[in-house]
């Protein structure tokens, strides 16, 4: 696939924590402790679940919100259940897709905030606000309300869950580190690790990241939560090109929660892998009825399109836009899935300009860096993308698309030694990364040749150069952009083509 995935399966979990810290208001604070007991059941279970920081069930979940919702219309001005509703409302909208319930959730902490403002300690609601503003893609702002949290609360560990997130999004991997490990010396279990697991991922130490993910599975505390980690784990399987030992985690995923969208896409991409494409298709379908993510329609388009059924990729792609724009409606920022989709099967200088947007705004993941990157290179700017890939590359994440994205963008440049050096690196990581893209980079790789014994000889140009792709990346001329804001080095104004 040509996108990278947001790691949605640990936004729900950070929603999970978050919530965690509410439940205790099933005794609601500042109504002298006049609410009755938790009624045995769904609500009960889903307590118990959010105290230790896990997921409870999609249908737990729902029995917790409509029980604070029939208790706040009966008591209005209780401004910590009107935080723990927000903060449900928020994990409902990432496990199920719902982005509509993320403008309840703002409506309910908004109201918390107007009961007991952030001056006077209302924590809780702040906490809601920074999961709501990571949900929809707004790092900046969870952020602000992370660190509001941070400085007034620092042994609240709900909010380094927070912290990661947003510090992931705005790329500075320094200080999603240091929360990370904040996070694990003031919680223990399966929370925390998946939420260390994806940042030594992030950091490249995939054995590191696989034995958290590991310990994680063992302690986790409800089918939810063990799902979820599952998962994560297959997830980290399949990009280390293991589809076969992702399945063996996805399955046991699906059997604890039958219809759990993130192990459906999982199994789907690592069936299209071992050929199984029919199978594939129909975990792709499943997973998009029950979690209709952009991006999972963009996989499954790009699955279509490698089979050559193209009216079935357009459907797909129409998907993709359809549920980004309504999201787009409930501030959700689908910036990064549209912007790949225009790169590849659209209209890469939207992209390009969607994404110089995103960075300006501070979003500059590894993952921004790479989109804008490759849209450079598809609008037909090679030099400027290449800086961009370069960033991408060097973090520390060991991406198969990366890493073919910045060896097509030396190929492009003549840079023959790095471009196969990267292309290779693709194909080892993960050998079948994408249906589209991993037979591009074989038929890539063989048109840079094998390099000579000894070491590098030529140079580009020179005698024995191999015969390059020189094809330009779209079939037209464009003026060169104006640099890009804070990136070092900055690209010279000739084109080099």
């Avoid at 978050?18 to 045995?40: D, K, Y």
């Avoid at 089979?307 to 980004?324: I, K, S």
């Avoid at 690196?425 to 589209?436: Q, V």
């Amino acid at each position: 696939m040509t996108t990278e995935r947001v790691p949605r399966i640990v936004l729900g979990v950070g929603a999970a924590m978050v919530l965690a810290g509410m439940v205790a208001v099933l005794v609601p604070v500042g109504l002298g402790g006049g609410a009755p007991a938790p009624a045995p059941g769904a609500v009960a279970r889903a307590v118990s679940a959010a105290h230790a920081g896990a997921q409870a069930s999609l249908p737990e979940l729902a029995a917790l919100i409509g029980d604070r919702e029939r208790w706040l219309r009966a008591h209005p001005r209780d401004d910590a259940s009107w935080a723990e509703l927000g903060a449900a409302y928020v994990e409902r909208g990432t496990r199920s897709g719902d982005t509509a319930a993320y403008v309840r959730a703002e409506r309910a902490l908004e109201r918390s905030l107007e009961l007991l403002p952030a001056a006077r300690g209302n924590t809780d609601a702040q906490l809601g606000m920074g999961a709501l503003a990571n949900a929809r893609g707004d790092f900046r702002a969870a952020r602000k309300w992370g660190e509001a949290v941070r400085d007034r609360a620092p042994r609240r560990w709900q909010v380094y869950a927070v912290l990661i997130d947003a510090y992931g999004g705005l790329g500075d991997q320094v200080s999603a580190g240091r929360a990370m490990e904040r996070l694990r010396a003031l919680r223990a279990g399966a929370p925390a690790l998946s939420r260390a697991s994806l940042v030594y991922r992030d950091r490249g130490w995939r054995e590191d990241a696989a034995a958290l993910a590991h310990d994680a599975v063992a302690l986790a505390a409800t089918p939810a939560e063990k799902a979820a980690c599952l998962a994560r784990l297959g997830d980290l399987a399949w990009e280390r090109g293991e589809p076969a030992e992702a399945l063996t985690s996805y399955g046991p995923a699906l059997r604890l929660v039958p219809g759990h969208a993130p192990s459906l896409a999982g199994r789907a991409r690592a069936l299209a892998a071992l050929g199984r494409t029919g199978e594939a298709l129909r975990d792709y379908s499943a997973a998009l009825e029950a979690l209709p993510l952009p991006q999972y329609a963009l996989e499954a388009g790009e699955l279509y399109e490698s089979l050559g059924l193209e009216g079935d990729a357009r459907t797909q792609y129409e998907v993709l836009r359809a549920r980004a724009t309504e999201a787009g409606t409930h501030g959700v920022d689908g910036t990064l899935v549209l912007a790949r989709y225009e790169a590849d099967h659209g209209d890469p200088d939207a992209a390009v300009a969607r994404l110089r947007a995103a960075w300006a705004r501070g979003h500059r993941s590894v993952h921004v860096a790479d989109a804008l990157g490759w849209a450079l290179y598809r609008a037909g700017d090679a030099e400027e993308a290449l800086p961009y890939a370069r960033r991408a590359t060097d973090q520390g994440l060991r991406s198969a698309l990366f890493a073919y994205h910045r060896g097509r963008i030396e190929q492009e440049l003549g840079k023959w030694g790095p471009a196969r050096r990267h292309i290779e690196e693709a194909l080892r990581i993960n050998p079948s990364f994408s249906p589209l893209l991993a037979p591009k980079a074989r038929r890539a790789l063989a048109s840079l040749g094998e390099p000579p014994e000894g070491g590098p000889r030529n140079v580009p140009g020179g005698a024995g150069s191999p015969a390059p792709d020189r094809s330009p990346a779209r079939d037209r001329a464009r003026p060169s952009p104006s640099p890009s804001p804070s990136l070092s080095p900055s690209p010279s104004s000739s084109r080099g083509r």
